[in-house]
């Protein structure tokens, strides 16, 4: 069976309305199908990835991409989520022990057991582990580069916008060219982005993580046309490698728009 045979006979529920359903259910006939399988719902990489789709979302629609995307957590989860990111509802489905994930054969992470201590606790320890480089590769490199900029990434906070991201007070978007100008990503500010998510999570860690046995399972992205063929796939190995370009974590669309653009032209 292939991903995308597996896929659509797939059912988890939809965070909108509960109800279960075919997780590709009203987009299968779309010239683009993006499948985010996300992990946990309050993990950096999933609420990082959700702010990426929901700033290019009327891009992403015009060029007939349609959006699924499965995250670990119960419906709670999922509603807080979108609340907070923005993320539309009915494009969201939860998988509260990460079968998907398991069937599909992605990264579980690190995975080490310590005799006596719950599956949650061992979760903690190797999530720990795995933030400090160990079993996720590229974790801290793409950690320092949140802090010290980076040319090559657009710029993520427009002048006039202002940032809540506790303990920092209040930031309007216009600080951050003291740090280097504005047009691209500048110092500190993917950093702030990432401070403002791990304050929501923290915040609302029980609703996020209503069972932190998966805490450590990384996700994967895939992109169907509408034959069901597979144009673009990437495999997570690692905490906040959530995209093979960081730096533009959306650019393996780049091909896909513009033979779209050419078609409708």
């Not at 991903?3 to 299968?28: A, F, M």
């Not at 995250?71 to 494009?91: E, H, L, M, V, W």
Request: proline residues 6%; aromatic residues 10%.
């Amino acid at each position: 069976m292939n991903t995308y045979t597996l896929l659509s006979q797939t059912e988890r529920q939809r965070v909108s309305d509960g109800v279960v359903t075919s997780i590709l259910s009203g987009c299968q006939s779309s010239p683009g199908q993006l499948v985010l399988i996300l992990p946990q719902l309050g993990d950096f990489d999933s609420l990082e990835y959700a702010w990426w789709l929901t700033e290019r979302a009327e891009q992403l629609s015009m060029q007939g991409i349609a959006i699924r995307a499965v995250g670990i957590g119960d419906r709670n989860s999922g509603q807080r989520f979108c609340d907070y990111t923005g993320f539309p509802a009915n494009c969201l489905f939860v998988d509260p022990t990460a079968q998907l994930h398991q069937t599909l054969n992605l990264y579980p992470g690190l995975s080490l057991k310590l005799p006596g201590l719950s599956p949650g606790v061992n979760a903690w320890l190797n999530l720990m582990l795995m933030c400090a480089g160990i079993g996720s590769p590229g974790t801290l490199a793409e950690v320092f580069r949140g802090y010290r900029g980076d040319t090559k990434a657009p710029q993520l906070i427009g002048d006039e916008e202002i940032v809540q991201a506790p303990p920092l007070p209040p930031l309007k978007g216009s600080f951050f060219r003291w740090a280097g100008g504005r047009g691209f990503q500048r110092p500190f500010e993917l950093a702030t982005l990432r401070l403002r998510n791990m304050g929501e999570v923290l915040t609302n860690w029980k609703t996020y993580v209503p069972n932190s046995a998966y805490l450590t399972q990384r996700g994967a992205t895939f992109l169907f046309n509408e034959r069901g063929e597979l144009l673009y796939e990437h495999r997570d190995r690692a905490i906040l490698g959530f995209a093979a370009d960081m730096s533009n974590p959306l650019s393996f669309l780049t091909d896909f728009m513009t033979n779209q653009t050419e078609l409708k032209a």
